[in-house]
Structures are given as C-alpha cells and as structure tokens.
C-alpha cells in the first residue's frame, strides 16, 4: 500500500542521552522558539535515563511535547515504562507521548539481555499500556507478560503510545495497533519509503491512521566537509548494525558493515572516516551546506513523513544553523 507524500511535515528535536544537561535545556528551548513540537528523549544504556531528561526538558519549557523513546521491555517493564508516563503527564497534561521498542541488539548483548519474540513481546507492551493509561483494573494473561488485577494509582491519562519499528511485521504492527511509529536514525529516504508502505498494510487491516516520524542526522556548516565531519562518527554507531543491511541496499549505499563495528569496537575514527564517506553521509541524513540540508530535508518531507526528528545537535549554535535550514 502507498502513502502519500506530505509537504507540511513537522518537526521535533531528538536526544541521545550524550548531551550535557544544561546543552539540553538550551536546545529545547530553541526548538520551542521556532516551533519544534517534540522533543525525543532516546533510551540508550550507559548514557543519561531518559525518564530524568524529559522531566528536565518539560520544565525547562512551556508547551514543547516529549516522546520517551524508545522503551525496551526487556530492560523497562512496560508497566513502569507506562508509570513514568502517566507521571510525567500528570505534572505536563497533554504533553508526554510513549514510544516502546525493541532497543539495540549490541546494548542488549553488552548486558547479556536476550529479547525473544519481539513481535509478541512489543504487542503485549502496547497492550498492557493502554489498559493501564485507560484506568482500567488490568487482568492480563500474556506470553511475555502477565498482570493479576492491577491499575494505575492515577488514573486515566491521555498518552499515545507510539512504535519504534524496522522490520516489516513491526512496521506493520504499528500501523495496527500503535498511535504512531517512529523510524531509526540514518535511514535513507527510499527505506523510509519502504518503512511507511508497510505501515500502511497494517493500517488498512485495522482501519486506523497512524502519525508517522523518522530520526534525521542533520548537519550544517557553509564548509560542506566540516558538515560532514560531525556526521561520520553517529552513522557509524548506527549503520554497524546489521539490521540496516536493507535500509543500505534500498539507497544503493555500499557499506562494509563488519568492518565498521570492528573500527567502532576498537575507536579507530581514521577508519571510521574512510567507510563513512561522503556519499553514505549524503545518502542517510541532511548534511551540508544550508541549500543542500534544505534539499535533504524536503526528501525525507516527501516520503510522507509526519514529523522530522532532527538528531545530533550538539550545541546551541548548530541548533541555529539547522532551525534555518528546516525553514528554508
């Protein structure tokens, strides 16, 4: 099933938990200003709780949404995934959304975590959650989950649950049961293209219309080169895992991805720099110039994107040079 192309997509801000927190607050607050709608606050171990962040970010603003992204229930149960949302919205009403998923393969094995059934175990998530933010008294008898006659001591809350999602069957899960699917970073538009057909198979068996989203790697710079520069090392993070092996192929992206973990595993940024070269930069995020990001930008628009998450704003400066960018 095809979706149509958006020309009006919004934008949202993302955070990978590497930022210092006072960077945070200024970049929310910037975003804000020039009409950001959400601020994603990534869930990546080792690296700053999320939960903690986004409190930080809702008071650190007066209406900028956050999206608690991407949850993992083999690490969060989801009823506590859906505690700190509930909580969250309780202090910021209509300000909080949840987004579960699966989480990294190589952050899970780093703590010897097995994530079995991911299918199953993501579609009981969302189902626990919404039972729970409904206020209802939740029975739940799953294979992965079971809840003998609990509810939340707050009530009823308003949060949409949204799915971080790669494959086909969890794309379609999303477009199925989810309020909105979000997209990984360093995919390229073509994949996303791929990502959101899928979507909407699920969306047509269920009849429902999801909000669609993708991560975006954006960087600006007058000096090309110096864009790309700041891009090289997140790509690599990301596109070393071999569930990208499609989202390259579909951008006709060559990528020795054993050799980039093993250069990533051993931090050597020379090698790092040669495999990530320009035409990967170029192909899996908005790098470059201010014309050519705009360009970029109005891409990733056209796959029929909702909302454009922009990552790897590092500083407030940049955050500038891309808010420019974005309105162009």
Same mark, same amino acid.
Request: charged share 20%.
């Given at each position: 099933?095809?979706?149509?192309?958006?020309?009006?997509?919004?934008?949202?801000?993302?955070?990978?938990?590497?930022?210092?927190?006072?960077?945070?607050?200024?970049?929310?607050?910037?975003?804000?200003?020039?009409?950001?709608?959400?601020?994603?606050?990534?869930?990546?171990?080792?690296?700053?709780?999320?939960?903690?962040?986004?409190?930080?970010?809702?008071?650190?603003?007066?209406?900028?949404?956050?999206?608690?992204?991407?949850?993992?229930?083999?690490?969060?149960?989801?009823?506590?995934?859906?505690?700190?949302?509930?909580?969250?919205?309780?202090?910021?009403?209509?300000?909080?959304?949840?987004?579960?998923?699966?989480?990294?393969?190589?952050?899970?094995?780093?703590?010897?975590?097995?994530?079995?059934?991911?299918?199953?175990?993501?579609?009981?998530?969302?189902?626990?959650?919404?039972?729970?933010?409904?206020?209802?008294?939740?029975?739940?008898?799953?294979?992965?989950?079971?809840?003998?006659?609990?509810? /939340?001591?707050?009530?009823? @809350?308003?949060?949409?649950?949204? !799915? &971080?999602? +790669?494959?086909?069957?969890?794309?379609? #899960? =999303?477009?199925?049961?989810?309020?909105?699917?979000?997209?990984?970073?360093?995919?390229?538009?073509?994949?996303?293209?791929?990502?959101?057909?899928?979507?909407?198979?699920?969306?047509?068996?269920?009849?429902?219309?999801?909000?669609?989203?993708?991560?975006?790697?954006?960087?600006?710079?007058?000096?090309?080169?110096?864009?790309?520069?700041?891009?090289?090392?997140?790509?690599?993070?990301? /596109?070393?895992?071999?569930? @990208?092996?499609?989202?390259?192929? !579909? &951008?006709? +992206?060559?990528?020795?991805?054993?050799? #980039? =973990?093993?250069?990533?595993?051993?931090?050597?940024?020379?090698?790092?720099?040669?495999?990530?070269?320009?035409?990967?930069?170029?192909?899996?995020?908005?790098?470059?110039?201010?014309?050519?990001?705009?360009?970029?930008?109005?891409?990733?628009?056209?796959?029929?994107?909702?909302?454009?998450?922009?990552?790897?704003?590092?500083?407030?400066?940049?955050?500038?040079?891309?808010?420019?960018?974005?309105?162009?």
């Amino acid at each position: 099933m095809s979706v149509s192309a958006s020309t009006t997509a919004r934008f949202g801000v993302a955070f990978d938990g590497g930022e210092p927190l006072d960077v945070m607050r200024a970049i929310v607050r910037q975003a804000e200003g020039a009409g950001a709608g959400n601020a994603w606050i990534a869930c990546h171990l080792f690296r700053r709780e999320p939960i903690a962040c986004a409190a930080m970010a809702l008071a650190a603003t007066a209406s900028l949404g956050v999206v608690l992204m991407a949850m993992s229930p083999y690490t969060v149960h989801p009823v506590h995934a859906t505690m700190a949302a509930a909580t969250l919205n309780e202090c910021f009403p209509g300000r909080v959304q949840l987004c579960f998923g699966v989480g990294s393969p190589r952050e899970l094995a780093a703590i010897a975590v097995a994530s079995p059934q991911p299918l199953r175990t993501l579609r009981e998530s969302i189902e626990i959650a919404r039972g729970l933010l409904r206020g209802e008294t939740v029975v739940f008898e799953g294979e992965r989950f079971r809840i003998s006659g609990r509810r /939340l001591a707050m009530g009823v @809350h308003q949060v949409p649950i949204k !799915l &971080a999602a +790669s494959g086909p069957r969890m794309l379609e #899960l =999303a477009g199925e049961i989810a309020d909105g699917v979000v997209i990984s970073a360093g995919t390229s538009p073509e994949f996303i293209r791929w990502s959101l057909d899928h979507v909407g198979d699920g969306e047509a068996r269920s009849g429902r219309k999801v909000d669609k989203a993708a991560l975006v790697f954006c960087s600006v710079d007058h000096d090309e080169q110096a864009a790309h520069e700041r891009l090289r090392s997140p790509l690599a993070y990301i /596109l070393r895992n071999q569930h @990208h092996a499609r989202n390259l192929a !579909l &951008a006709g +992206s060559k990528l020795d991805q054993a050799a #980039l =973990a093993q250069a990533f595993a051993r931090e050597d940024w020379k090698a790092i720099g040669e495999l990530i070269d320009d035409e990967i930069v170029r192909r899996h995020g908005a790098s470059g110039t201010p014309g050519q990001v705009a360009a970029a930008l109005s891409r990733y628009r056209s796959a029929g994107l909702d909302e454009i998450v922009v990552m790897a704003v590092q500083e407030s400066t940049h955050m500038q040079s891309i808010l420019a960018a974005i309105g162009s």
